[in-house]
C-alpha cells in the first residue's frame, strides 16, 4: 500500500506536550513514538504518505500533531481532535485546519452507551467541516451507525469515514452488517485496519478477516480505505508486513488495493507524487 491512513505519533516530552485525556479507558504511553521514527519506518517499507490521526491521551490539544505535519508536509495529512459538544468547535477546528493544516477531524464516541444522534444538533461544527472541506472520522461502536446514517442525510455535502471499531467489534459476526447500514450513504466510507493488537491469532490475523470479507461484500472498495493503527500494530507484527497485510486478504485484489490508495488521496487530499494538496 502506498498510503497508510490510520497512524499516531506521540513524544514522551510532557512539559512541551502534556497528556490531556479524553478516553479514559486509553491509557497514557510509555514508550515514544516520535514522527521522526515514523518517517524511518514509511521509507523502510516503501510507504509514500500516511495520514497522522491525534491520540486521544493528547486530548484536544494538537499542537504534537501539527508540529509532526510541518516536519514533512509533502507526506503526511492530519486528522484533529476538537470537542465536538463545545459551543466554539467549529471555531476550533478552523484553527487547527487553516493555521496547523489538519485535514480531518476525528470523534470518539465508542464508549458512549447509546446512538451519539447528538452528533446532528452540532449545527456550527458541521458548517465549519462544509466550510474547510475536511473529513470527518469516527471511532464507534458497530451497533451506533444508524447516528452516523442519519447524520449522512443530514449533512450531504461531508464526507465520513467509520474507522476503529473496537476488538469486540471486529469479533462480532454481526458487526459488519451493522455497518453496512450506511452503504447506500454515498458519503460514507470504510476504514480497513491491520488491528493486529486485536487480534487472538499470529500474523496474518486470520481471526480479523471474516469481519472485513463481510464488509467488502456488503460496500465494495470501492468505499475502502486503509490503514495499519500504527504504532500499536508493531506489538505484534513489524511495520513492513503491516503495510502489506491488504496483499494477504484472499477477497482483496491489486484493482481493490489500488483503490484504496485513491480513495485516500481523495479524502485527504494527497496526490499522486507524494505531495500535499493545498486546502
Not at 515514544?32 to 519506518?41: C, H, K, L, P, Q
Not at 486521544?56 to 504534537?64: I, L, V
Not at 472498495?221 to 486503509?226: D, H, I
Request: hydrophobic share 40%.
Amino acid at each position: 500500500m502506498r498510503i497508510d491512513t490510520h497512524v499516531h505519533v506521540w513524544s514522551l516530552d510532557a512539559a512541551h506536550y502534556p497528556w490531556q485525556q479524553t478516553l479514559a479507558h486509553v491509557p497514557i504511553p510509555t514508550q515514544a513514538a516520535t514522527v521522526e521514527r515514523f518517517i524511518e519506518e514509511m521509507d523502510d517499507a516503501g510507504v509514500e504518505m500516511a495520514v497522522l490521526i491525534q491520540p486521544s491521551t493528547y486530548g484536544w490539544d494538537n499542537r504534537y500533531l501539527v508540529d509532526a505535519l510541518r516536519l514533512a508536509p509533502e507526506r503526511f495529512a492530519g486528522i484533529c481532535l476538537v470537542d465536538p459538544r463545545s459551543a466554539t468547535a467549529g471555531d476550533a477546528l478552523r484553527r487547527w485546519c487553516r493555521e496547523g493544516g489538519c485535514r480531518g477531524l476525528r470523534i470518539n464516541v465508542i464508549a458512549q452507551p447509546d446512538e451519539p444522534d447528538w452528533l446532528i444538533d452540532r449545527g456550527g461544527l458541521w458548517d465549519a467541516v462544509e466550510e474547510l472541506d475536511v473529513s470527518v472520522s469516527f471511532q464507534l461502536r458497530p451497533d451506533q451507525a444508524g447516528a452516523i446514517g442519519r447524520l449522512a442525510v443530514a449533512r450531504p455535502a461531508c464526507t465520513f469515514v467509520v474507522d476503529y471499531i473496537g476488538k469486540t467489534g471486529y469479533h462480532d459476526p454481526r458487526s459488519a452488517d451493522r455497518l453496512g447500514v450506511l452503504r447506500d450513504h454515498p458519503n460514507v466510507y470504510f476504514k480497513l485496519i491491520t488491528a493486529g493488537q486485536d487480534s487472538d491469532e499470529e500474523y496474518p490475523f486470520r481471526d480479523l478477516w471474516p469481519h472485513y470479507e463481510r464488509l467488502v461484500e456488503l460496500v465494495t472498495p470501492g468505499r475502502l480505505v486503509f490503514g495499519t493503527d500504527y504504532p500499536l500494530v508493531v506489538d505484534r507484527t513489524d511495520y513492513r508486513r503491516a503495510v502489506h497485510w491488504p496483499a494477504v486478504l484472499p477477497f482483496l485484489d491489486a484493482t481493490a488495493q489500488a483503490q484504496m490508495d485513491e480513495n485516500a488521496a481523495r479524502i485527504w487530499r494527497l496526490n499522486a507524487a507524494g505531495a500535499s494538496r493545498p486546502g
